[in-house]
């Protein structure tokens, strides 16, 4: 199995990123339903005791809920030329405080490697061929400036990523509650 820890983009943040779906062409959007913010991503797991101590060291962590601020979107570029777009999640105290949290309690409990990649929160919004045209900059320039509204998470979600045609499917496997 593929894991990743994740929150959850629910509503009214999730309509309203899925409200910038077909406003660039050649764009592949991601289904509204697939929205969410990785906080660690774990790879492959294969047996049963690893799934155990994933689902030990994420049950132990205490928290508070967390406000997700959203910022402007922005774009990976990627060898070959096929682009992520993204929308971007305010780098709060509280937000990598979390995340650290959940790495610091999947390497204790779980074994897993250090996270070598700098937290970089955002929502994968879709993915299009390189825009050679200027397009991309315009789309960016012109939804940089378009307010969405703030959500509070309120639990951590392990998800196993499943592979098919186009984006892949996450489906959640367990959920963690926030501190009240």
Known sequence: MR???????????????????????????????SYHLTLRFIGEVRGRPEQEDIDHALSAIHAPACLLIP????????????????????????????????DTALRRTAGLQVERRRFLPHVT??????????????????????????????????FQSLRGAGHPVYEPLAEYRFAP
Do not use: C, N
């Open 71 to 102: 910022e402007p979107p922005g774009l990976f570029e990627q060898d070959g030329g096929q682009d992520t777009l993204w929308v971007g999640i305010a780098r709060t105290a509280p937000l990598l405080h979390l995340q650290k949290k959940i």
């Open 3 to 33: 894991l990743f820890v994740a929150l959850e983009i629910a509503s009214p943040l999730r309509e309203a990123i899925a409200a910038l779906r077909g406003s660039l062409p050649d764009v592949r959007w991601v289904d509204p339903e």
């Open 125 to 158: 919004i879709g993915s299009s061929p390189r825009l050679p045209d200027g397009r991309m900059s315009a789309w960016l320039a012109h939804y940089a400036a378009t307010p969405l509204p703030t959500l509070e998470a309120t639990h951590l979600t392990l």
